[in-house]
């Protein structure tokens, strides 16, 4: 599988790879940077709009502009710029983390303390700013996805290294029966995406490589990485199949960098994804 340069950049803490394929661009953030990126495959051009606080991610919105999981809430940018808060829940300590769109619109969004100790959460937010938090106690809340049809929720607390999965509800939002899907033991999961056919990809931070799994949680696939730690992946390109890869520098020095750390990677005809959702807010 080949594996090519979208990005070349130095980010501290590249995240949460988005395709909005309302543009055909790739959605990405600088967590430490407090960057937000678009990046256009169709003209190399890499975009980026600087925000007031660390972001863990920024998702599309279905009326347009973004919506982004900042340290201290979730805040939505129109399309002429304006930010307002949507929902403000700042704790000492504590910043958002990735985040993903579920099938319905709504935003589910992570949290962790910057020191990694308990004390993050998971948390549904509806377009109406109304929020819940369904997971408490998390250490580095990461990856979430859905299956194609919509009935199981996959999540990553990387500090449990493993992938879980849970029943889920698209009508309600409900998510129940969290239980392991299958036990890491390269490296840490980080950030997931879900194929077509079900199966999850998951970046292995510090283990140089995405692996994709089964709806049954075997090993199917390991794609080995030009860098120590891959964050995230997604689909995207103009029918899904490219996959896209971002990385860190953060923790890392001397030969340890290499080339490519805190470069977006993608692998072209890696596989085949689906549309993601954007958020109804």
């Known amino acids: 599988m080949s594996i090519d340069v979208a990005v070349r950049t130095e980010a501290a803490l590249g995240e949460a790879p988005t395709w909005d394929h309302s ?20 003209n190399g051009d890499d975009a980026v709009l600087e925000v007031p606080q660390h972001v863990g991610a920024a998702k599309p919105r279905t009326r347009g502009g973004l919506v982004l999981n900042l340290r201290d809430g979730v805040a939505l940018v129109d399309r002429d710029g304006t930010k307002t ?10 910043r958002g983390n990735d985040a993903a769109i579920d099938p319905a619109g709504r935003l589910w969004a992570g949290t962790m303390r910057y020191d990694e100790d308990p004390g993050g959460w ?45 029943d889920y509800d698209r009508d309600t939002g409900e998510a129940r ?4 899907l299958v ?14 056919s079900g199966a999850v ?10 692996r994709r799994y089964t709806p049954a949680g075997e090993l199917d696939a390991e794609v080995e990485l030009p860098v120590g730690q891959p ?18 520098r953060t923790g890392l020095s001397g030969d340890a960098l290499g080339e490519l750390a805190g470069s977006v990677l993608v692998l072209p005809g890696a596989g085949e994804g689906l549309p993601s959702p954007a958020f109804a807010g």
Request: proline share 4%; hydrophobic share 40%; with cysteine.
């Open 122 to 166: 998971l948390a549904r937010v509806e377009p109406s700013g109304d929020a819940k938090v369904v997971l408490d106690g998390v250490g580095v809340s990461n990856g979430i996805g859905w299956s194609p049809d919509g009935s199981l929720m996959y999540y990553v607390d990387s500090s449990e290294r493993r992938v879980d999965v849970l």
């Open 85 to 94: 808060w949507l929902v403000y829940w700042a704790r000492d300590g504590v």
């Open 231 to 248: 964050t995230a992946c997604c689909f995207g390109g103009h029918d899904f199949t490219d996959l896209y890869v971002t990385t860190a």
């Open 201 to 210: 990809w998951v970046a292995l931070w510090g283990g140089s490589a995405v």
């Open 183 to 196: 036990a890491v033991d390269r490296g840490v999961p980080d950030g997931l995406t879900v194929d077509a």
């Open 23 to 42: 543009s055909g661009t790739l959605l990405w953030v600088d967590v430490l940077g407090s960057e937000v990126h678009r990046y256009s495959p169709h």
């Open 177 to 180: 029966d969290r239980r392991p």
